[in-house]
């Protein structure tokens, strides 16, 4: 199982207006896609996603992906995070996300 891609979804607060861009002081919205890269289908599949930053506030962190057949990619719904507002400007924040099956 590996994470295919993400996607915003959407931004609240900070200071602009939806741009594609996490800023300070925003709580975001992600989609998370996985992919199954076995050769079997993968059933129940569920992943905890996690950070050690402290200017990243993670609202919720469990996401369900549920059946997804080997070669196949499925959509887990959206985890939330928020910024901080005294983020150093161009901060990279890396998140792991443990697949369980």
Do not use: C, W
């Not at 993400?6 to 925003?26: C, K, L, P, R």
């Not at 996690?50 to 985890?79: K, P, Q």
Request: net charge negative; hydrophobic share 40%; aromatic share 10%.
């Amino acid at each position: 199982m590996t994470l295919d891609y993400y996607d915003i979804v959407s931004e609240y607060g900070g200071s602009s207006t939806s741009n594609d861009m996490a800023d300070f002081d925003e709580t975001i919205t992600i989609s998370l896609n996985a992919e199954n890269v076995g050769v079997d289908d993968a059933h129940n599949v569920s992943g905890l996603v996690s950070i050690d930053d402290s200017y990243i506030s993670l609202d919720n962190n469990i996401v369900e992906f549920g059946d997804i057949a080997a070669g196949g990619y499925t959509n887990a719904g959206n985890i939330m995070f928020t910024i901080g507002h005294n983020v150093p400007d161009g901060h990279i924040a890396s998140f792991t996300i443990l697949f369980f099956i």
